[in-house]
């Protein structure tokens, strides 16, 4: 399992530099429209592999902790806030 979960690591972090590379270009507005309607769809088919990549993660997660007993739920402290 720990070689999915590196496979998967691996992949989410390979569609996020694909995802930053295609914004960066679209920025740059130097593509034809059907390049960047070519690009956005990329970017939409990525974000969504993203998304199940995170939900997965989460899942395990949260299976672990279910695991492990009791889960006291504390907002998350952001250090910049304080």
Same mark, same amino acid.
């Given at each position: 399992?720990?070689?999915? =979960? $590196? ?9 996020? $530099? ?17 390049? =960047?309607? =070519?690009?956005?769809? $990329? ?14 993660? $989460?899942?395990?997660? =949260? ?20």
């Amino acid at each position: 399992m720990a070689a999915t =979960s $590196e496979k998967s690591l691996s992949e989410f972090e390979k569609s996020l $530099e694909q995802l930053e590379q295609i914004v960066t270009r679209m920025e740059q507005g130097e593509l034809s429209l059907e390049q =960047s309607l =070519s690009a956005f769809e $990329e970017g939409v088919r990525l974000t969504r592999s993203c998304q199940e990549t995170l939900k997965e993660a $989460e899942q395990r997660v =949260s299976k672990l902790i279910r695991e492990g007993g009791t889960l006291d739920q504390k907002p998350f402290e952001n250090p910049e806030q304080d």
